[in-house]
Nanobody, 123 residues
Framework: QVQLVESGGGLVQAGGSLRLSCKVS????????MGWFRQAPGKEREFVAV????????YYADSVKGRFTISRDNAKETVYLQMNSLKPEDTAVYYC????????????????WGQGTQVTVSS
């Protein structure tokens, strides 16, 4: 059974930084493409960033490009989201997700999800 556990959320002032972590267990981590999503109150869940199984390819939502960095450590079976220059509009529950990698042949289909971690950015 695949399990994803996020950590690192919290309360931060605008302009500050946080690093989220997501530990994966239950299956070979390097076989997954990994993503981060977020859901703000009253809004639908939205894509934030994705990283390929090897870490060589990343994509970001326009709203976070240049401020957030997704990375992974396959030895630690963990994916990270470094968030800098945070804005109040970044306030949301952040979820990590895992997709069986298609090795670049198609966009990942995320089938495993964590429980989420709250990020609150005060103005």
């Amino acid at each position: 059974q695949v399990q994803l556990v996020e950590s690192g959320g919290g309360l931060v002032q605008a302009g500050g930084s946080l690093r989220l972590s997501c530990k994966v267990s239950g299956r070979t981590f390097s076989s997954f493409d990994m993503g981060w999503f977020r859901q703000a109150p009253g809004k639908e869940r939205e894509f934030v960033a994705v990283i390929s199984w090897s870490g060589n390819t990343t994509y970001y939502a326009d709203s976070v490009k240049g401020r957030f960095t997704i990375s992974r450590d396959n030895a630690k079976e963990t994916v990270y989201l470094q968030m800098n220059s945070l804005k109040p509009e970044d306030t949301a529950v952040y979820y990590c997700a895992a997709a069986k990698s298609t090795y670049g042949s198609s966009w990942p289909v995320f089938e495993y999800w964590g429980q989420g971690t709250q990020v609150t950015v005060s103005s």
